[in-house]
């Protein structure tokens, strides 16, 4: 089983803060993605990555970046929190290669910024 | 850019009813078709997905999809429903293939009374 995991189920940080969310998969998937999920909104994509320290922008990556410096290991880094970032996180992987594979999902870390 | 429509926001059914969830995408050209599911509590998982070949396709707990390519349509449906169906639904479209970056819908709450 494929298994995604998230460092924090729920976060609550400042207005300003750097804020770290780390998501691990275990099946060597290439493909790792960051989504934000807002109610009304739907999951869209913040960055992907296909390979390790490769990364691509999603459909909003401002006030984000990310981090891949291992293949397991896919980080978004929020470089100072707004409140407008308060939401659902969910971290996403899929095997790659040039048919499209399923994307497995974490469970997603809720951060609230205050 | 692509676009997914989902009409529905919220959908309530008794147990056994009839279901049919819309989705309607943008792109013209060939396309990848995703429905994915997050039950109350739990990770969003892979329902179904179209890749080329029969336009119905079969996914799992007896829901499928029919794909239309004249009107853009992937829509779900499922003969009769029950409680453990209560869920939010995710359509969902990839339409780069040199990536596997999707498109999601706004989702559809379904609510089933029992």
């Known amino acids: 089983d494929v298994k995604v995991t998230q460092s924090s189920r729920y976060l609550v940080k400042r207005t300003g803060e750097k804020v770290f969310l780390e998501c691990v998969q275990d099946m060597d998937h290439e493909n790792m993605f960051w989504y934000r999920q807002d109610p009304g909104l739907g999951l869209r994509l913040i960055y992907f990555s296909y390979d390790v320290k490769m990364k691509e922008k999603g459909d909003i990556p401002e006030g984000y970046s990310v981090s891949r410096e291992k293949k397991e290991r896919f980080s978004l880094i929020l470089e100072s929190a707004s409140t407008n970032q308060t939401s659902m996180y969910l971290c996403?992987?899929?095997?790659?290669?040039?048919?499209?594979?399923?994307?497995?999902f974490g469970p997603g870390t809720r951060l609230l910024v205050l | 850019a692509q676009s997914v429509s989902q009409h529905n926001h919220h959908v309530i059914l008794s147990e056994a009813a009839s279901l049919e969830l819309g989705c309607n995408y943008s792109?013209?050209?060939?396309?990848?078709l995703f429905w994915y599911v997050q039950y109350p509590g739990q990770h969003l998982q892979l329902l179904l997905k179209?890749?080329?070949?029969?336009?119905l396709v079969k996914g799992i707990k007896g829901f499928e999809a029919e794909f239309i390519k004249s009107k853009f349509s992937f829509n779900l449906r499922k003969p009769s429903v029950q409680w453990s169906d209560t869920a939010e639904y995710f359509c969902?479209?990839?339409?780069?293939?040199?990536?596997?970056?999707?498109?999601f819908g706004t989702g559809t709450r379904l609510t089933i009374i029992p």
């Open positions: 969902a479209v990839n339409d780069d293939f040199g990536n596997e970056k999707l498109t």
């Open positions: 792109y013209g050209g060939t396309v990848n």
């Open positions: 996403a992987s899929s095997l790659g290669g040039r048919v499209q594979e399923t994307q497995y």
């Open positions: 179209y890749f080329s070949g029969d336009p």
